[in-house]
C-alpha cells in the first residue's frame, strides 16, 4: 500500500501526503501503479467535463476540464514535455540534451511543443459529451501503462543524484507487470465500445517511436522523458478516437 499511496504523492497535488509518511524507498516502486492513478486523475477530469457540460457549451466545458486536471496533476507531465521537446529540440549530442532538459527555463521549442499540444487536444471537444468521458478516463489509464513501460525497456540516463525527484525507477516484476496491464486496460474493456478498441495501438506506435528516440539520442530515459511520454502516448490515443471512432457515431 505504501507503494501505491507514493504513486498517489508524486503524481497527483492532493493531499495523500496527510494519510500517512510514505518511506522513501516506496517512490521507487510507483510506477506500476501509474495506471491507477489514472483511474483517479482522469475520473476527476471526466466528471468536471459532464458537470460542467450540464451548463455550458462543450469547448468551455472541455476547457475547464483540462484546467482541472492540470490543477491536480500540479502540470507535472507538461513540465516535462516542455522540457522534453527543448532538449531533443536544441540539443545535437547526449550531454547537450540532458544538460538542456535539466534547465529549468523553458525555450522555444518548449514553448512551441505546448501550444501544439493543447491545439491538438482541443479539437476533441468535437467529440460527442458522452464519448468525449469515456475517451477521458480511458486514455488516461491506458496512456499512463504505455508509458510506464520505458523503465522496462530503458536505464535512467542521469546518475541517481541527478534525478530532479532524487528518485530513480525500479524495474517492474511480473506481478508489478500485471498489475499496471489490467488497471490500464480495465477501462477500456469496461466502457469503450469493441469497435473503438483499436485505438489502443496508437499510443503503442507512439511509445515504440520514443523509445527509439530516446536510445539513439540518450541511451536512457529521464523523468521529463516520462511525462513527455505519457502525455503523447494519451494525445495519440485521442487523436485515433477522432480518427476512428467519430465518423462511426451514429
Not at 22 to 28: L, N, T
Not at 98 to 109: E, P
Not at 229 to 243: A, D, Q
Amino acid at each position: 500500500m505504501n507503494n501505491i499511496l507514493a504513486a498517489f504523492i508524486l503524481l497527483t497535488r492532493l493531499p495523500f501526503w496527510r494519510i500517512k509518511k510514505v518511506p522513501a524507498e516506496s517512490f521507487k516502486h510507483i510506477v506500476p501503479y501509474w495506471p491507477l492513478v489514472g483511474w483517479l486523475t482522469g475520473g476527476i477530469m471526466a466528471a468536471a467535463l459532464w458537470s460542467a457540460a450540464q451548463i455550458l457549451p462543450l469547448p468551455t466545458a472541455w476547457g475547464i476540464a483540462i484546467v482541472v486536471r492540470l490543477f491536480i496533476s500540479g502540470c507535472l507531465h507538461e513540465d516535462g514535455l516542455a522540457d522534453f521537446f527543448d532538449g531533443f529540440g536544441g540539443g545535437s549530442t547526449r550531454e547537450h540534451t540532458l544538460s538542456i532538459m535539466k534547465d529549468s527555463h523553458i525555450g522555444s521549442y518548449g514553448v512551441i511543443g505546448l501550444i501544439c499540444y493543447f491545439l491538438l487536444l482541443w479539437q476533441l471537444y468535437h467529440l460527442p459529451l458522452r464519448y468525449l468521458c469515456i475517451l477521458v478516463l480511458c486514455g488516461d489509464c491506458w496512456s499512463k501503462c504505455c508509458a510506464s513501460q520505458i523503465v522496462n525497456f530503458l536505464p535512467y540516463a542521469r546518475k541517481e543524484g541527478e534525478s530532479k525527484t532524487g528518485v530513480v525507477y525500479n524495474r517492474m516484476t511480473s506481478r508489478e507487470l500485471s498489475i499496471c496491464l489490467i488497471a490500464g486496460l480495465l477501462p477500456l474493456t469496461v466502457l469503450l465500445p469493441v469497435k473503438g478498441w483499436i485505438v489502443v495501438f496508437f499510443p503503442i506506435a507512439t511509445f515504440a517511436l520514443l523509445y527509439l528516440l530516446m536510445k539513439r539520442r540518450l541511451q536512457g530515459y529521464t523523468g521529463d522523458c516520462c511525462g513527455a511520454t505519457f502525455l503523447l502516448c494519451e494525445l495519440s490515443f485521442y487523436i485515433g478516437s477522432l480518427i476512428i471512432i467519430h465518423p462511426n457515431i451514429q
